[in-house]
Protein backbone atom coordinates (compact mmCIF):
# COMPACT_ATOMS: atom_id res chain seq x y z
CA UNK A 1 0.00 0.00 0.00
CA UNK A 2 1.09 3.63 -0.66
CA UNK A 3 2.01 6.10 1.44
CA UNK A 4 -0.70 8.48 2.22
CA UNK A 5 0.91 11.97 2.31
CA UNK A 6 -1.05 13.84 4.53
CA UNK A 7 -1.04 17.76 4.11
CA UNK A 8 -2.14 18.35 8.28
CA UNK A 9 1.44 17.76 9.14
CA UNK A 10 2.65 19.79 6.43
CA UNK A 11 1.09 22.91 6.87
CA UNK A 12 0.75 22.47 11.29
CA UNK A 13 4.99 22.05 10.55
CA UNK A 14 4.42 25.62 8.40
CA UNK A 15 2.49 27.28 10.27
CA UNK A 16 4.88 26.84 13.69
CA UNK A 17 8.02 28.22 11.67
CA UNK A 18 6.09 30.94 10.59
CA UNK A 19 4.85 32.17 13.75
CA UNK A 20 8.61 32.30 14.88
CA UNK A 21 9.17 34.77 11.68
CA UNK A 22 5.70 36.60 12.18
CA UNK A 23 6.69 37.21 16.03
CA UNK A 24 10.25 38.12 15.06
CA UNK A 25 8.90 40.58 12.54
CA UNK A 26 6.82 42.19 15.38
CA UNK A 27 9.56 42.55 17.83
CA UNK A 28 11.26 44.31 15.33
CA UNK A 29 8.01 46.99 15.05
CA UNK A 30 6.21 45.10 11.47
CA UNK A 31 2.50 43.72 11.70
CA UNK A 32 2.45 41.26 8.69
CA UNK A 33 -1.21 41.91 7.65
CA UNK A 34 -2.97 40.22 4.71
CA UNK A 35 -6.03 42.02 3.14
CA UNK A 36 -8.87 40.25 2.48
CA UNK A 37 -11.13 41.43 -0.42
CA UNK A 38 -14.15 39.12 -1.14
CA UNK A 39 -17.37 40.46 -3.72
CA UNK A 40 -20.61 38.98 -2.47
CA UNK A 41 -21.69 35.78 0.12
CA UNK A 42 -20.23 32.94 -2.12
CA UNK A 43 -20.16 29.96 -0.06
CA UNK A 44 -16.82 28.50 -1.04
CA UNK A 45 -15.31 31.84 -0.32
CA UNK A 46 -17.08 31.97 2.71
CA UNK A 47 -15.37 28.45 3.76
CA UNK A 48 -11.78 29.36 2.53
CA UNK A 49 -12.12 32.66 4.38
CA UNK A 50 -12.77 30.67 7.43
CA UNK A 51 -9.37 28.69 6.90
CA UNK A 52 -7.40 31.80 6.17
CA UNK A 53 -8.22 33.24 9.55
CA UNK A 54 -7.85 30.16 11.33
CA UNK A 55 -4.38 29.74 9.89
CA UNK A 56 -3.37 33.50 10.38
CA UNK A 57 -4.52 33.03 14.24
CA UNK A 58 -2.14 29.83 14.15
CA UNK A 59 1.21 31.68 12.09
CA UNK A 60 1.11 35.34 13.62
CA UNK A 61 -0.74 37.25 10.41
CA UNK A 62 -3.10 39.36 11.08
CA UNK A 63 -6.58 39.53 8.49
CA UNK A 64 -7.94 42.69 7.48
CA UNK A 65 -11.42 41.85 5.55
CA UNK A 66 -12.75 44.04 3.14
CA UNK A 67 -16.18 42.52 2.04
CA UNK A 68 -18.47 44.40 -0.66
CA UNK A 69 -21.73 43.78 -1.67
CA UNK A 70 -22.87 41.21 -4.88
CA UNK A 71 -23.55 44.10 -6.78
CA UNK A 72 -20.76 46.63 -6.21
CA UNK A 73 -19.33 48.64 -8.95
CA UNK A 74 -16.38 48.10 -10.60
CA UNK A 75 -14.80 51.43 -9.61
CA UNK A 76 -15.58 49.92 -5.66
CA UNK A 77 -13.47 47.50 -6.38
CA UNK A 78 -10.80 49.21 -8.50
CA UNK A 79 -10.76 52.05 -5.62
CA UNK A 80 -10.61 48.98 -2.66
CA UNK A 81 -7.35 47.32 -4.84
CA UNK A 82 -5.89 51.05 -5.09
CA UNK A 83 -5.91 51.56 -1.32
CA UNK A 84 -4.16 48.13 -0.62
CA UNK A 85 -1.34 49.58 -3.32
CA UNK A 86 -1.26 52.61 -1.23
CA UNK A 87 -1.36 51.39 2.21
CA UNK A 88 2.01 50.23 3.62
CA UNK A 89 0.54 48.42 6.75
CA UNK A 90 -0.72 45.53 4.17
CA UNK A 91 1.88 43.45 2.90
CA UNK A 92 0.56 40.98 1.01
CA UNK A 93 -3.79 40.76 -0.84
CA UNK A 94 -5.74 38.00 -1.61
CA UNK A 95 -8.91 38.81 -4.25
CA UNK A 96 -11.53 35.63 -4.22
CA UNK A 97 -12.35 34.46 -7.32
CA UNK A 98 -14.27 34.37 -9.64
CA UNK A 99 -15.81 38.02 -9.59
CA UNK A 100 -19.38 38.62 -10.36
CA UNK A 101 -19.38 38.43 -14.44
CA UNK A 102 -20.55 41.96 -13.95
CA UNK A 103 -17.28 42.85 -13.15
CA UNK A 104 -13.80 42.84 -15.15
CA UNK A 105 -12.12 40.72 -13.45
CA UNK A 106 -8.81 41.03 -15.07
CA UNK A 107 -8.58 44.71 -15.45
CA UNK A 108 -9.25 44.57 -11.55
CA UNK A 109 -6.45 41.85 -11.11
CA UNK A 110 -3.84 43.78 -13.04
CA UNK A 111 -4.60 47.02 -10.59
CA UNK A 112 -3.08 45.07 -8.17
CA UNK A 113 0.68 46.09 -7.08
CA UNK A 114 2.25 42.46 -8.01
CA UNK A 115 4.46 42.77 -4.35
CA UNK A 116 1.17 42.37 -2.81
CA UNK A 117 -0.01 40.09 -4.87
CA UNK A 118 -0.31 36.72 -2.23
CA UNK A 119 -1.80 34.15 -4.56
CA UNK A 120 -0.34 35.29 -8.43
CA UNK A 121 -3.45 36.83 -9.84
CA UNK A 122 -1.46 39.34 -11.83
CA UNK A 123 0.31 38.82 -15.09
CA UNK A 124 3.70 40.67 -12.86
CA UNK A 125 3.47 37.47 -10.63
CA UNK A 126 3.20 34.98 -12.91
CA UNK A 127 5.84 35.97 -14.95
CA UNK A 128 8.15 35.50 -11.81
CA UNK A 129 6.60 32.29 -11.74
CA UNK A 130 7.84 31.71 -15.34
CA UNK A 131 11.24 33.39 -15.24
CA UNK A 132 12.41 32.96 -11.63
CA UNK A 133 12.98 36.75 -11.34
CA UNK A 134 10.23 39.64 -10.26
CA UNK A 135 7.73 40.78 -7.96
CA UNK A 136 5.02 38.71 -6.76
CA UNK A 137 4.42 35.08 -5.68
CA UNK A 138 3.13 31.63 -7.45
CA UNK A 139 -0.27 30.17 -6.93
CA UNK A 140 -0.69 29.21 -3.59
CA UNK A 141 -2.07 25.96 -4.90
CA UNK A 142 1.15 25.00 -6.82
CA UNK A 143 3.15 25.82 -4.04
CA UNK A 144 1.48 23.53 -1.87
CA UNK A 145 2.61 20.65 -4.13
CA UNK A 146 6.35 21.47 -3.67
CA UNK A 147 5.51 21.59 0.12
CA UNK A 148 4.15 18.46 0.62
CA UNK A 149 6.80 17.23 -1.89
CA UNK A 150 9.53 18.77 0.04
CA UNK A 151 8.09 18.18 3.60
CA UNK A 152 8.02 14.06 2.81
CA UNK A 153 11.29 13.95 1.04
CA UNK A 154 10.52 13.77 -2.46
CA UNK A 155 13.56 15.20 -4.65
CA UNK A 156 12.32 16.25 -8.08
CA UNK A 157 15.91 16.20 -9.43
CA UNK A 158 16.46 14.13 -12.07
CA UNK A 159 13.34 12.57 -11.79
CA UNK A 160 10.59 12.67 -14.56
CA UNK A 161 7.85 14.30 -14.07
CA UNK A 162 4.04 14.49 -15.09
CA UNK A 163 1.79 16.88 -14.89
CA UNK A 164 -1.82 16.48 -16.14
CA UNK A 165 -3.71 20.10 -16.70
CA UNK A 166 -2.05 22.93 -18.26
CA UNK A 167 -4.10 25.95 -16.40
CA UNK A 168 -2.54 28.87 -15.28
CA UNK A 169 -3.74 28.50 -11.83
CA UNK A 170 -1.98 24.92 -11.09
CA UNK A 171 -0.72 22.93 -14.40
CA UNK A 172 1.75 25.41 -16.03
CA UNK A 173 2.79 27.14 -13.12
CA UNK A 174 3.92 24.01 -11.01
CA UNK A 175 5.46 22.23 -14.20
CA UNK A 176 7.57 25.28 -14.27
CA UNK A 177 8.21 24.58 -10.78
CA UNK A 178 8.93 21.29 -10.71
CA UNK A 179 11.64 22.15 -13.61
CA UNK A 180 12.96 24.78 -11.58
CA UNK A 181 13.59 21.67 -9.03
CA UNK A 182 15.38 20.19 -12.05
CA UNK A 183 12.87 17.31 -12.70
CA UNK A 184 12.38 16.64 -16.38
CA UNK A 185 8.95 17.97 -16.66
CA UNK A 186 5.95 16.81 -19.20
CA UNK A 187 2.48 18.44 -19.64
CA UNK A 188 -0.58 16.24 -20.76
CA UNK A 189 -3.65 18.19 -21.60
CA UNK A 190 -6.63 17.45 -23.08
CA UNK A 191 -5.63 17.23 -26.45
CA UNK A 192 -2.62 15.09 -25.56
CA UNK A 193 -2.29 11.52 -27.48
CA UNK A 194 -1.69 8.13 -25.17
CA UNK A 195 -1.92 10.48 -21.71
CA UNK A 196 -1.69 6.90 -20.01
CA UNK A 197 1.15 5.71 -21.71
CA UNK A 198 3.07 8.88 -20.76
CA UNK A 199 1.96 8.96 -17.18
CA UNK A 200 3.17 5.42 -16.55
CA UNK A 201 7.02 6.74 -17.15
CA UNK A 202 6.37 9.66 -14.19
CA UNK A 203 8.22 9.22 -10.90
CA UNK A 204 6.34 12.19 -10.26
CA UNK A 205 2.92 12.87 -11.00
CA UNK A 206 0.76 15.75 -10.84
CA UNK A 207 -2.95 15.35 -11.03
CA UNK A 208 -5.17 18.79 -11.94
CA UNK A 209 -7.41 18.11 -14.77
CA UNK A 210 -10.62 19.43 -13.25
CA UNK A 211 -12.51 16.04 -13.69
CA UNK A 212 -12.96 13.43 -10.65
CA UNK A 213 -11.45 9.96 -10.19
CA UNK A 214 -10.58 10.72 -14.41
CA UNK A 215 -6.88 9.10 -13.62
CA UNK A 216 -6.96 5.80 -12.48
CA UNK A 217 -4.44 2.66 -11.18
CA UNK A 218 -3.48 2.07 -14.92
CA UNK A 219 -1.99 5.47 -15.30
CA UNK A 220 0.12 5.07 -12.88
CA UNK A 221 4.24 3.84 -12.65
CA UNK A 222 4.81 1.22 -10.07
CA UNK A 223 6.09 3.24 -6.93
CA UNK A 224 5.46 6.59 -8.08
CA UNK A 225 4.43 9.39 -6.20
CA UNK A 226 1.09 11.01 -7.20
CA UNK A 227 -0.15 14.39 -6.16
CA UNK A 228 -4.00 14.93 -6.66
CA UNK A 229 -4.60 18.79 -6.82
CA UNK A 230 -8.50 17.74 -7.65
CA UNK A 231 -11.37 18.82 -5.57
CA UNK A 232 -14.36 17.22 -6.95
CA UNK A 233 -18.24 16.47 -5.77
CA UNK A 234 -19.34 12.82 -6.79
CA UNK A 235 -22.59 11.42 -7.56
CA UNK A 236 -23.40 10.74 -4.17
CA UNK A 237 -22.62 13.94 -2.77
CA UNK A 238 -18.77 13.18 -1.57
CA UNK A 239 -15.46 15.21 -2.33
CA UNK A 240 -13.21 13.48 -3.94
CA UNK A 241 -9.90 13.89 -6.35
CA UNK A 242 -9.32 13.76 -9.81
CA UNK A 243 -6.98 10.52 -9.19
CA UNK A 244 -9.13 7.33 -8.43
CA UNK A 245 -7.68 7.33 -4.77
CA UNK A 246 -8.64 3.10 -4.62
CA UNK A 247 -7.30 2.09 -7.60
CA UNK A 248 -3.81 3.98 -7.95
CA UNK A 249 -3.34 3.56 -3.76
CA UNK A 250 -2.32 0.23 -4.88
CA UNK A 251 0.19 1.28 -7.06
CA UNK A 252 1.59 4.03 -6.47
CA UNK A 253 4.22 4.78 -3.62
CA UNK A 254 3.17 7.44 -2.04
CA UNK A 255 -0.24 9.36 -2.72
CA UNK A 256 -2.30 12.74 -1.43
CA UNK A 257 -5.99 11.81 -0.54
CA UNK A 258 -8.40 14.44 -1.05
CA UNK A 259 -9.45 15.60 1.34
CA UNK A 260 -6.72 16.05 3.41
CA UNK A 261 -4.24 16.67 0.69
CA UNK A 262 -2.85 19.86 -0.88
CA UNK A 263 -5.75 21.63 -0.35
CA UNK A 264 -5.12 21.15 3.76
CA UNK A 265 -1.74 23.16 2.91
CA UNK A 266 -2.88 26.15 0.99
CA UNK A 267 -3.49 28.62 3.59
CA UNK A 268 -0.31 27.92 5.66
CA UNK A 269 0.99 29.05 1.90
CA UNK A 270 -0.72 31.66 2.08
CA UNK A 271 0.58 33.00 4.97
CA UNK A 272 3.94 32.58 4.26
CA UNK A 273 3.65 34.52 1.02
CA UNK A 274 2.47 37.65 3.73
CA UNK A 275 5.70 36.79 6.13
CA UNK A 276 7.98 36.81 3.18
CA UNK A 277 6.44 40.34 1.98
CA UNK A 278 6.50 41.28 5.31
CA UNK A 279 10.22 40.63 5.28
CA UNK A 280 10.70 42.62 2.11
CA UNK A 281 11.22 39.36 -0.05
Not at 60 to 66: A, L
Not at 138 to 157: K, R
Amino acid sequence: MAEILKGAPVAKQMSEELLERANRLKAAGVNPTLAILRVGENEADLSYERGILSRCEKTGVTPRQIILPADTTQEAVEAEILKINEDPSIHAALMFRPLPKHLDERRICELLDPRKDADCMTQGSLAGVFTGRGAGFAPCTAQSVMEILSYYGVDPCGKNAVVIGRSLVIGKPVAMMLMGANATVTVCHTKTVNTEEITRRADILVVAAGRPRVVGGSFVKPGATVIDVGINVDESGALCGDVNFEEAEKTAGAITPVPGGVGSVTTAVLCKHVIEAAEGR
